[in-house]
Structures are given as C-alpha cells and as structure tokens.
C-alpha cells in the first residue's frame, strides 16, 4: 500500500476528469450554431434573389449600424457581468471568515488534508454565515471557495472532506474545456454551465474522502435536507442503473439544466469508485 506522498505523485500524473466534457461542450454550441446559419443561409438566398450588386451595398450600410449596436451590446454585457462577479465576490468575503491555522482550524486541517490527497495547492477557504446547504468557488484570478454555515452544520467530517475536495477540484480544473480541433487541445472558456464538469469533481471529493457513503450522504442531504437523509439506505441509493432509468423525467430538461440530477451523480460516484483510477490512487 503506497503511502501519502507516493499518492500525491501518482495524483499529479493522473487526470481524473471525466470523460464527455468537450463533447457536451460542443452539443451545447448547437443552438448558436444554427441561429448563424440561419442568418447566413438568408443573406445567401438576398444575394441570389436581387443579385450582389444590389444586395452588397445595402448589406455594408445596416452592417455598421448592426455591427455597432451589437458590439455596445456585447461590451455592456460583459461588463455588466465582471461586475456583478466582482461585486458578489467582495461582497462574500466582506461577511465572511477565512479559514486559517488559527480561525476555524478544524475546517482548515480537513482543507489541508483534501488538497494533500488531490495534490494541489489550496485555495482560500471563507465561512459565510447562510443557512443554505451549498458551497461554491468563484473567482477568476484569485479563486476561493465559500462554505455556507448551513452545510457545516449537517456535515461530518468526511462528509465536509468530500464536499471542500468538489471545490477544490473546480479550482484545479478551472473555467475552461479542453477541445481538440485539427489535432490541437485547445482550453476554450466555460461559457456554458458543465454537467460533465460536476462529475469530475465529485470525482474530486471522493478523491479527497475516500469514502463513498459519506460521499453519496452529502449528495442525499442536498437533495433532501439532513432530517430526510438520514431516513434513506445510502448503501443501496442509486446502486442499479435500472433504479435510474426509472426516474427519469426529461432528457432536455436535464440536459440544459446546471447540474446533472442527483440520482446520475450518485451513479456515477459508484462507477468511479468500482474503477481502476481510483484504485490506483487510493490505495
């Protein structure tokens, strides 16, 4: 059995990002796609219908003024956005306490021990005072995660393991996917919401737990609250692929949502744990 440190160096050649990302990447690219197709299928069919001589000219003289409208459009937006990120992040650690050797160290020797075990350098943890069962990173340069008081509160410590190593694994992947184009791996900027994403850092936090129950316990109690969790046999939750087929609602419902359901987490945890990789690291 290897110890901590021949763990971390098998980490740190392993990329245990689940498979499918730039895939669903590229499917969720569809609708812009057809919506530039469509407009430029029509200033073909305007070209062949009144020729390019009288088309082209028309075509230049609305162009500038679309053009403009859309860039102020597009620059408003994104400043809008920085913004309001900015705003949200100064705003969170403005009420927040980071974790330190000295504040919280109970949280701060579980995030020390997450990173260890995913081989990363840990990022600022904040405690924000929230009765919602979440926590997050955000941030572009300086990326941190917060840990809402309401999930503290109905998690263990393994369970909290699992959860702060999810966090820690959006920071080690970062806001960007990976696709291949013409033989090149280009990073391309998450603009859409990643299911595929969501999987690799549950990866993450079992990575970080090592336990799967804890880790299928924190995913019960977002689902159903701590009171509710406690009722359910997480050993059996979701073992059967039949058992989550059978509570599928919507393929399209699911797919544009932000996170993939429960239920496909929770199988998947179980896929990931059954497999070579995680053996291989972890034991």
């Not at 900015?86 to 160290?105: A, C, D, G, K, Y």
């Not at 009171?227 to 087929?245: E, F, G, S, T, W």
């Amino acid at each position: 059995m290897p110890d901590a440190s021949t763990t971390v160096q098998m980490a740190q050649h392993i990329d245990f990002r689940a498979d499918g990302e730039a895939a669903e990447y590229m499917k969720k690219l569809v609708i812009p796609v057809v919506i530039v197709t469509l407009l430029v299928t029509l200033i073909v069919y305007a070209i062949w219908t009144y020729g390019i001589s009288f088309f082209i000219p028309r075509l230049l003289a609305s162009s500038f003024l679309i053009a403009g409208m859309m860039i102020g459009a597009i620059a408003i937006l994104i400043i809008i956005k920085l913004y309001t990120r900015w705003m949200f992040l100064n705003q969170v650690v403005s009420r927040s306490i980071m974790v330190t050797e000295t504040n919280l160290p109970n949280i701060h020797r579980i995030v020390m021990k997450a990173a260890d075990r995913l081989a990363m350098t840990p990022a600022g943890v904040y405690v924000a005072q929230d009765p919602q069962i979440n926590a997050y990173a955000l941030g572009v340069f300086r990326k941190i995660i917060v840990l809402n008081t309401g999930l503290i509160d109905v998690a263990g410590e393994e369970e909290l393991i699992f959860i702060i190593g999810h966090e820690l694994s959006h920071v080690k992947y970062g806001w960007s996917v990976p696709v291949k184009m013409l033989g090149i791996t280009l990073p391309l900027p998450l603009l859409f919401s990643s299911q595929r994403r969501e999987y690799t850092c549950d990866r993450g936090g079992l990575l970080a737990s090592r336990s799967l129950n804890a880790s299928v316990m924190v995913l019960a109690k977002l689902a159903v609250g701590k009171r509710l969790a406690d009722m359910i046999d997480i050993d059996r939750l979701y073992r059967d692929r039949k058992d989550v087929q059978r509570d599928r609602i919507s393929r399209l419902t699911e797919f544009i949502a932000s996170h993939p359901p429960i239920r496909d987490r929770v199988y998947q945890l179980r896929q990931y744990y059954e497999s070579g990789q995680y053996r291989e690291l972890t034991q």
